[in-house]
């Protein structure tokens, strides 16, 4: 079972390797990242929701702090897969807000490797998070990770293709 279990992880790491090489999230490794993972959520261009309900929940200035912290980040096309009265009704209640983001945020810097040794990962809302990988894809939450290891200065984001929402 462990052999199984060690084949698995490793193909999931290389599954997450490829996934950010090719999609250039792989940056220059060589340096650190001068940027936290608010500004470099907004510089990504593909987290305009997400960056705008940080700052609306008061969770901004808290990601772009010391951290570390990891992100587990829907991107704009995931959060347009809300229904809009769901997103609306979120977005008017501030605690329900910050516990939907929260949600989406570990403490730590976990890298794609340190994820997918996992069985789960604890978030800053207190809730767990199933971590699953399936022919080389990984999901957090249910959510697929499309983007790995985009780095930031104080952590690092998952781009995910879907919002978690608490039950």
Not at 2 to 17: D, G, M, N, Q
Not at 44 to 69: D, H, I, M, V
Not at 108 to 127: D, F, I, P, Q
Request: glycine content about 6%; overall charge positive.
């Amino acid at each position: 079972m462990r052999k199984i279990r060690t084949i698995l992880s490793v193909s999931a790491v290389t599954a997450f390797a490829l996934l950010a090489v090719t999609v250039g999230a792989a940056a220059d490794r060589t340096r650190a990242p001068d940027k936290n993972i608010v500004e470099t959520a907004v510089a990504a261009g593909k987290f305009k929701t997400l960056t705008s309900l940080l700052t609306q929940a008061g969770l901004a200035k808290t990601l772009e702090g010391k951290g570390p912290y990891t992100v587990f980040a829907p991107t704009n096309a995931a959060f347009a897969n809300v229904p809009k009265a769901t997103l609306a009704r979120v977005a008017r209640n501030k605690a329900q807000l910050r516990s939907v983001l929260l949600l989406h945020v570990a403490k730590g810097r976990l890298t794609a490797a340190e994820v997918t040794e996992r069985r789960s990962v604890k978030t800053l809302n207190g809730r767990r998070l199933a971590i699953r990988v399936r022919s080389g894809k990984v999901f957090v939450g249910g959510a697929q990770v499309i983007t790995a290891d985009v780095t930031a200065s104080n952590g690092v984001i998952h781009a995910i293709d879907k919002v978690l929402l608490p039950r």
